[in-house]
């Protein structure tokens, strides 16, 4: 546990001083690019907030998959951008030379660069996560076994029972489009899926009684018409 807390304590320090070492630069990179010196210390925060706020999405590991993938790039290139920016700065205050006319057009577009990626951060993280669930649990091999003795699978180890299998799909759109009479290729076009699925999804919508007479309906007195 000591040790745990001395290596929190140190990383406290490191950040801290990589922190002010960092925002310092950044705040010298900009007034030389002609920031004024009121708004110069803006840069450092937009480029180290941007990271922080890609770092927590990605390695929070409660985003979804998209949001988590561009955050980590976000994150990296913000990073890459903050390590050369401190060295351009140190270099051009070092030799007193002055940025050229594409350095200053670049640390110009950081903060509007940095602001459109987070906003496209933030809409990737309120979307909601697709859960899928898996048995990863292998089949049993007297299961199997049993299976290819029944011949009920095929040569490729498929089930020849698959497409007599029903075909399961509880959505609103779906029941909407077939209620609204669309034939198989439009529903397969709204739905994007194949025409063999939504030919399924029209049979399995048919009224049963489209395919099966209805017996008469009795009279009053018990006897059939």
Known sequence: MNSRITLYVLLGVVATAAAVLSFSALRDLSLVCGFAAQLAWLLPVVIDAGAAAGSLVWLGGQANQAARSFARTLALALLTMSVAANALGHGLEAFRLEPA???????????????????????????????????????????????????????????????????????????????????????????????????????RARPATSAEPREAAPHLNGSRA
Do not use: C, K, N
């Open 101 to 203: 006319w594409w350095v200053v057009v670049i640390v110009s577009a950081v903060a509007p660069a940095v602001l459109g990626a987070v906003v496209h951060l933030a809409v990737l993280v309120g979307r909601p996560q697709q859960v899928h669930e898996f048995d990863e649990q292998p089949i049993p091999y007297e299961l199997a076994a049993e299976a290819y003795a029944d011949d009920s699978l095929d040569e490729h180890g498929v089930s020849r029972l698959w497409d007599a299998a029903p075909l399961v799909v509880e959505d609103e759109r779906t029941a909407q489009l077939i209620a609204a009479g669309v034939g198989r290729r439009r529903l397969a076009r709204e739905l994007d899926i194949t025409e063999y699925e939504a030919r399924r999804l029209l049979d």
